[in-house]
């Protein structure tokens, strides 16, 4: 009983046992359950389980004769219509599985926005998904650093009739956020501030920093902007909402 004869065998959904038991079937022919447990070296009561097993995937055969049954393992080309069938029943479901498999594999990667000329490029991204966008700790310096770039994009965030939901910082400028036609804006409590702002939208979700050199780092992974969701939705709730005159 060679070791790659168990693993191909194996391969085709038998257990080891299965497969001991039908390799030495094969090799001293038509028997009864006991020769062949104690010819395999394994307890009988788990050779006539893996016969039975067997039986059903059309790999031995059996006869009765003088009140004994005796079993006797089917040519072995039979193994390879069991790989068909298994081949086939894999076919079936396949495209099911790969389904399940890109809704559940979520694609993660990390793209890195530097300087004025990648911070448009970020906020063009935002746009593209036509989706809600969220700005936690937001500060109002991108309308600072990019006040004619900006004030497009708030056009465009208009036009599209994004909703977009700002939880701005403690001491953040309140000002540019009220072009908004589908946004709500909200202020955190005194003390809650940090250079660091935080953007979400879609399955992405982002860590930008207005210093000298602006940077913006995306991450794309449901899982990591879900956990950015909790914490956003647990501050907005200690915002205190800012109500804006509508000219």
Known sequence: MKPEHIGVLQTLGLTVIETKTY???LEIGKSIAGAIAERAHLHRRNVYDALENLLQKGLVSYT???????WNAVHPEKTLTLAK??????????PDLI????????????EIFEGLGGMKS?????TKTKQEIVMLFATGR??????????NWDCKINQEKIKIKVLLNSDGDKKPYKNYKYGEVKILPKNFSTPTQIFIYGDKSAVAIWSEEPLAILIT???VTNGFKKYFEF???LGKRIKYRRI
């Open 23 to 25: 390799l030495t079937s």
């Open 221 to 223: 992974s449901t899982e």
């Open 99 to 110: 389904s399940k498999f890109s809704a559940s594999k979520l694609k993660q990667t990390v």
């Open 64 to 70: 009765i004769s003088n009140g004994k049954k005796y």
């Open 235 to 237: 501050l907005w709730k």
């Open 142 to 151: 991108a309308y600072s650093r990019l006040p004619f770039y900006m004030k």
């Open 85 to 94: 069938e298994n081949e086939n029943l894999i076919a079936s479901v396949l």
């Open 122 to 126: 970020f906020f063009d991204d935002m």
